[in-house]
Protein backbone atom coordinates (compact mmCIF):
# COMPACT_ATOMS: atom_id res chain seq x y z
CA UNK A 1 0.00 0.00 0.00
CA UNK A 2 1.11 3.27 -1.34
CA UNK A 3 -0.02 6.57 0.87
CA UNK A 4 0.84 10.20 0.11
CA UNK A 5 0.15 12.40 2.74
CA UNK A 6 -0.13 16.24 2.49
CA UNK A 7 2.72 16.10 -0.32
CA UNK A 8 3.90 19.41 -1.52
CA UNK A 9 6.59 19.95 -4.19
CA UNK A 10 9.13 23.15 -5.36
CA UNK A 11 10.96 23.07 -8.60
CA UNK A 12 13.41 26.09 -8.89
CA UNK A 13 11.66 27.63 -5.83
CA UNK A 14 8.36 27.77 -7.42
CA UNK A 15 5.77 25.48 -5.68
CA UNK A 16 3.75 23.46 -8.13
CA UNK A 17 1.86 21.09 -6.03
CA UNK A 18 0.87 21.05 -1.93
CA UNK A 19 -1.45 19.22 0.31
CA UNK A 20 -1.68 15.90 -2.35
CA UNK A 21 -2.40 13.10 -0.45
CA UNK A 22 -4.26 9.81 -1.76
CA UNK A 23 -3.72 5.91 -1.20
CA UNK A 24 -2.90 3.41 -3.77
CA UNK A 25 -4.08 -0.44 -2.16
CA UNK A 26 -2.37 -3.26 -3.97
CA UNK A 27 -4.64 -4.33 -7.23
CA UNK A 28 -4.78 -0.44 -7.58
CA UNK A 29 -4.46 2.01 -10.10
CA UNK A 30 -4.45 5.76 -9.98
CA UNK A 31 -4.06 8.03 -13.04
CA UNK A 32 -2.73 11.23 -12.63
CA UNK A 33 -3.88 14.21 -14.70
CA UNK A 34 -3.76 17.66 -15.15
CA UNK A 35 -2.53 20.54 -17.46
CA UNK A 36 1.04 21.14 -19.17
CA UNK A 37 3.38 21.75 -15.79
CA UNK A 38 0.61 20.88 -13.29
CA UNK A 39 2.68 18.63 -11.54
CA UNK A 40 2.50 15.11 -12.86
CA UNK A 41 5.74 14.12 -13.44
CA UNK A 42 6.59 16.03 -10.83
CA UNK A 43 5.05 13.86 -8.68
CA UNK A 44 5.81 10.73 -10.08
CA UNK A 45 9.77 11.23 -10.00
CA UNK A 46 8.38 12.31 -5.90
CA UNK A 47 7.11 8.74 -5.79
CA UNK A 48 9.98 7.24 -7.00
CA UNK A 49 12.53 8.90 -4.51
CA UNK A 50 14.02 10.77 -7.36
CA UNK A 51 12.89 14.29 -6.07
CA UNK A 52 12.70 15.59 -2.42
CA UNK A 53 9.16 16.63 -1.19
CA UNK A 54 9.25 20.24 0.19
CA UNK A 55 6.47 18.66 3.05
CA UNK A 56 4.54 15.92 3.64
CA UNK A 57 5.02 12.18 4.02
CA UNK A 58 5.12 9.21 1.93
CA UNK A 59 4.27 5.80 3.35
CA UNK A 60 5.03 2.21 1.98
CA UNK A 61 3.12 -0.46 4.26
CA UNK A 62 2.56 2.45 7.11
CA UNK A 63 6.29 2.91 7.52
CA UNK A 64 8.21 6.33 5.82
CA UNK A 65 9.04 5.12 2.33
CA UNK A 66 11.83 7.69 1.56
CA UNK A 67 14.13 7.02 4.54
CA UNK A 68 15.72 4.26 2.87
CA UNK A 69 15.79 4.88 -1.16
CA UNK A 70 17.54 1.98 -1.93
CA UNK A 71 14.62 -0.05 -0.35
CA UNK A 72 12.88 2.06 -2.04
CA UNK A 73 14.25 1.67 -5.40
CA UNK A 74 14.12 -1.96 -4.91
CA UNK A 75 10.26 -2.02 -4.48
CA UNK A 76 9.48 -0.01 -7.42
CA UNK A 77 9.53 0.41 -11.52
CA UNK A 78 9.67 3.77 -13.40
CA UNK A 79 9.12 4.95 -16.70
CA UNK A 80 10.27 8.26 -17.16
CA UNK A 81 9.29 10.62 -20.33
CA UNK A 82 12.68 9.88 -21.92
CA UNK A 83 13.20 6.40 -22.50
CA UNK A 84 16.64 6.00 -21.00
CA UNK A 85 17.94 3.25 -23.38
CA UNK A 86 21.64 2.80 -25.22
CA UNK A 87 21.44 3.30 -28.88
CA UNK A 88 24.21 0.93 -29.06
CA UNK A 89 22.75 -1.69 -27.67
CA UNK A 90 20.03 -4.30 -28.95
CA UNK A 91 16.48 -4.78 -28.05
CA UNK A 92 17.71 -8.20 -26.26
CA UNK A 93 20.93 -6.60 -24.82
CA UNK A 94 19.03 -3.70 -22.94
CA UNK A 95 16.73 -6.21 -20.81
CA UNK A 96 19.60 -8.52 -20.16
CA UNK A 97 21.31 -5.03 -19.26
CA UNK A 98 17.99 -4.10 -17.01
CA UNK A 99 17.47 -8.02 -15.71
CA UNK A 100 21.06 -7.79 -14.07
CA UNK A 101 20.29 -4.08 -12.59
CA UNK A 102 17.00 -5.25 -11.08
CA UNK A 103 19.33 -8.38 -9.70
CA UNK A 104 17.17 -10.93 -11.47
CA UNK A 105 17.79 -13.64 -13.92
CA UNK A 106 14.33 -12.22 -15.61
CA UNK A 107 13.70 -14.11 -18.95
CA UNK A 108 14.44 -11.75 -21.72
CA UNK A 109 12.79 -13.62 -24.47
CA UNK A 110 9.30 -13.47 -22.74
CA UNK A 111 9.36 -9.38 -21.67
CA UNK A 112 10.52 -9.13 -25.59
CA UNK A 113 7.33 -11.14 -26.80
CA UNK A 114 4.80 -9.04 -24.06
CA UNK A 115 5.33 -6.06 -26.33
CA UNK A 116 5.45 -7.70 -29.34
CA UNK A 117 9.62 -7.28 -30.18
CA UNK A 118 10.57 -10.43 -30.69
CA UNK A 119 11.26 -9.94 -34.54
CA UNK A 120 13.25 -6.50 -33.68
CA UNK A 121 15.60 -8.37 -30.70
CA UNK A 122 18.73 -8.46 -32.25
CA UNK A 123 18.54 -5.04 -33.69
CA UNK A 124 20.42 -1.99 -32.18
CA UNK A 125 18.06 0.42 -30.95
CA UNK A 126 19.48 3.57 -32.11
CA UNK A 127 17.35 1.66 -35.39
CA UNK A 128 14.33 1.84 -33.47
CA UNK A 129 10.93 4.10 -34.36
CA UNK A 130 9.92 6.08 -31.39
CA UNK A 131 6.75 3.65 -30.03
CA UNK A 132 9.41 0.74 -30.64
CA UNK A 133 11.64 2.65 -28.23
CA UNK A 134 8.73 3.15 -25.84
CA UNK A 135 7.81 -0.97 -26.17
CA UNK A 136 11.30 -1.73 -25.35
CA UNK A 137 11.10 0.77 -22.72
CA UNK A 138 7.91 -0.88 -21.10
CA UNK A 139 9.34 -4.39 -21.66
CA UNK A 140 11.56 -4.00 -19.13
CA UNK A 141 8.53 -4.29 -16.70
CA UNK A 142 7.91 -7.62 -17.70
CA UNK A 143 11.62 -8.69 -16.66
CA UNK A 144 10.61 -8.94 -12.90
CA UNK A 145 8.03 -8.37 -10.29
CA UNK A 146 7.83 -5.38 -8.37
CA UNK A 147 5.23 -4.07 -6.78
CA UNK A 148 4.57 -0.05 -7.73
CA UNK A 149 4.52 0.89 -11.26
CA UNK A 150 5.30 4.29 -11.82
CA UNK A 151 4.60 5.67 -15.27
CA UNK A 152 4.74 8.60 -17.31
CA UNK A 153 3.02 8.84 -20.34
CA UNK A 154 3.39 5.04 -20.81
CA UNK A 155 1.75 4.89 -24.13
CA UNK A 156 3.08 8.16 -25.93
CA UNK A 157 4.22 6.83 -29.47
CA UNK A 158 2.23 3.41 -29.11
CA UNK A 159 -0.09 2.18 -31.75
CA UNK A 160 -3.38 0.58 -31.00
CA UNK A 161 -1.68 -3.38 -30.76
CA UNK A 162 1.09 -2.19 -28.29
CA UNK A 163 -1.69 -0.03 -26.04
CA UNK A 164 -3.44 -3.50 -25.94
CA UNK A 165 -0.14 -5.65 -24.99
CA UNK A 166 0.58 -2.87 -22.73
CA UNK A 167 -3.20 -3.68 -21.18
CA UNK A 168 -2.35 -7.19 -20.80
CA UNK A 169 0.90 -6.24 -19.02
CA UNK A 170 -0.75 -4.39 -16.16
CA UNK A 171 -3.57 -6.41 -16.05
CA UNK A 172 -1.27 -9.16 -15.11
CA UNK A 173 0.61 -7.08 -12.62
CA UNK A 174 -2.83 -5.76 -10.95
CA UNK A 175 -4.39 -9.44 -10.48
CA UNK A 176 -0.75 -10.08 -8.71
CA UNK A 177 -1.48 -7.59 -6.34
CA UNK A 178 0.47 -5.00 -7.96
CA UNK A 179 -0.08 -1.23 -7.90
CA UNK A 180 0.40 1.47 -10.37
CA UNK A 181 0.67 5.31 -11.04
CA UNK A 182 0.39 6.86 -14.40
CA UNK A 183 0.44 10.53 -15.79
CA UNK A 184 -1.50 10.63 -18.56
CA UNK A 185 -3.22 12.85 -21.43
CA UNK A 186 -4.03 10.23 -23.00
CA UNK A 187 -6.96 7.02 -22.24
CA UNK A 188 -4.87 4.46 -20.75
CA UNK A 189 -5.93 0.35 -20.66
CA UNK A 190 -6.42 0.72 -16.38
CA UNK A 191 -9.84 -0.31 -15.73
CA UNK A 192 -11.40 0.73 -12.59
CA UNK A 193 -8.49 3.32 -11.63
CA UNK A 194 -9.24 6.08 -10.04
CA UNK A 195 -8.14 9.56 -11.02
CA UNK A 196 -6.51 12.10 -9.13
CA UNK A 197 -6.62 15.80 -10.84
CA UNK A 198 -3.06 18.05 -10.41
N1 LIG B 1 14.18 20.80 -13.35
C1 LIG B 1 13.27 21.75 -13.14
N2 LIG B 1 13.61 22.96 -12.62
C2 LIG B 1 12.69 23.91 -12.40
N3 LIG B 1 11.39 23.79 -12.71
C3 LIG B 1 11.01 22.64 -13.25
C4 LIG B 1 11.91 21.57 -13.50
N4 LIG B 1 11.22 20.55 -14.05
C5 LIG B 1 9.95 20.95 -14.13
N5 LIG B 1 9.81 22.20 -13.66
C6 LIG B 1 8.57 22.97 -13.57
O1 LIG B 1 7.68 22.28 -12.71
C7 LIG B 1 6.33 22.39 -13.17
C8 LIG B 1 5.72 21.00 -13.29
O2 LIG B 1 6.36 20.28 -14.34
P1 LIG B 1 5.98 18.77 -14.65
O3 LIG B 1 6.89 18.31 -15.74
O4 LIG B 1 5.97 18.03 -13.37
O5 LIG B 1 4.49 18.94 -15.19
P2 LIG B 1 3.54 17.90 -15.93
O6 LIG B 1 2.19 18.00 -15.27
O7 LIG B 1 4.15 16.55 -15.97
O8 LIG B 1 3.45 18.54 -17.38
P3 LIG B 1 3.16 17.88 -18.85
O9 LIG B 1 1.71 17.55 -18.90
O10 LIG B 1 3.51 19.01 -19.76
O11 LIG B 1 4.08 16.70 -19.01
C9 LIG B 1 6.39 23.16 -14.50
O12 LIG B 1 6.03 24.51 -14.26
C10 LIG B 1 7.85 23.08 -14.91
O13 LIG B 1 8.26 24.25 -15.58
Request: proline content about 7%.
Amino acid sequence: MLEARELACLRGERAVFAGVSFRVPPGAALLLTGANGAGKSSLLRLLAGLLRPAAGALLWEGEDALGDRVEHARRLRYLSPQDALKPALTARETLAFAARLHGAAGDAGAALAALGLLPLAELPVRLFSTGQRRRLALARLALAPAPLWLLDEPTLGLDTAAVSRLGGLLARHREGGGAVVAATHLPLPLPGAAEFRL
